[in-house]
């Protein structure tokens, strides 16, 4: 008898004791089964509630042993990585090494280069990589490097098109000779060329086709100094940050700096070009000297009131708090346009020190979070704004 899908799925979801209510798995449902166990099963809560899935009981902790009527797993994460890319949809396989690295650290996804051969690349697996490559041998780090290699690309060429927009000129009314795709004028077409609308065809032929011009920005030389807080928890931002200063590298009228922090401060300036190395350089970690960057981030500003300083942080500060705000504060008197990001990625989901971010608003910063296309989009804005 073929079993319910529905109720498949419910068993997958509760485990083990709702197969008095659903019936047991067979099949593709129990190697599904045992695949969520292997990495479920761990899970402390369950282990503290006694829920059995699979015939496996949930084990003591991170890589704890876990037996059961089945006797103890022996899958490896090769093997489990194999059987979830057969079991699974893309979107649930996503989800499985999502979990595997976040919730339950389980290192091997990104330190076996036999499991690193086989993981698919994604954000998360990169994090994870810049988290752990202080453990990897060479050997693990040159196949740790596709991953960071294939993410950069692919988050280069989702935020390249948003930054070229950005920095583009708008689009005026008066009409242009430079045939680009970009600037067609559609209704302006139609009307030049309604001379040659065939009524039997229910067609106009084009033989005018007519083009907007672009109103061009003037930049004078702008500072963009992103100051980036290289923390654990910032993982992410410290991502976007380098992908994000790449893109901006090299516009005119816009020079960019990247300078990461912990307790110490890194000038990545020099290596913004090559994200990819940049990144496999930064070493997440250590403790938090806010105050101690921006007053390296101040010294690099030539003229404030072409300057704009992004603090990109979590501002839970182990160093001064009080010569933070009086750096942050003489830089915004001097005319500096001073972010204070919370955090800079994909998702724009903040979690920081709401008492110090307060007092840096207090003395005139902007507090807030931003994906990189909308930092683009506002450092545009200011050098277009300053035309």
Partial sequence: MTPDPSLERWRLILGAPAERCTGGLGGAGAARDAALDWLYGRDDDLSRRGVR????????????????????????????LDDIHQLFPKETVERLERDAVDRYEIHEIVTDPDVLARVEPSP????????????????VLAAARRIVETVVRQLTERLRPRVRRSFTGTRSRRPSRIPLARDFDFKGTIRANLA?????????????????????????QWQLVLLVDQSGSMAGSVIHSAVTAACLWGLPGLKTHLVAFDTEVVDLTSDVTDPVELLMRVQLGGGTDIARAVDYGAGLVANPRRAIVAIVS?????????????????????????LCLAALDEDADPVYDRGLAGRLAAVGAHVGAMTPGELAEFVA?????AA
């Fill in 53 to 80: 899935r699979g015939g496996v009981t949930g084990g003591s902790g991170k890589g704890g042993d876990r037996t059961g009527g089945s006797g103890p797993s022996v899958l490896t994460a090769v093997d489990w």
């Fill in 124 to 139: 998360t697996l990169l994090r994870a990589v810049l988290r752990t490559k202080h453990l990897m041998s060479p050997r």
């Fill in 196 to 220: 040659h609308y065939q009524p039997e065809e229910r067609r106009v032929l084009i033989e005018r086709p007519r083009f907007h011009s672009r109103t061009s920005r003037r930049l004078d």
């Fill in 314 to 338: 979590d501002f839970y500060e182990g160093g001064d708090p009080y010569r933070l705000v009086r750096t942050v504060k003489g830089l915004v008197e001097e005319g500096a346009v001073v």
């Fill in 381 to 385: 804005g200011k050098l277009g704004g």
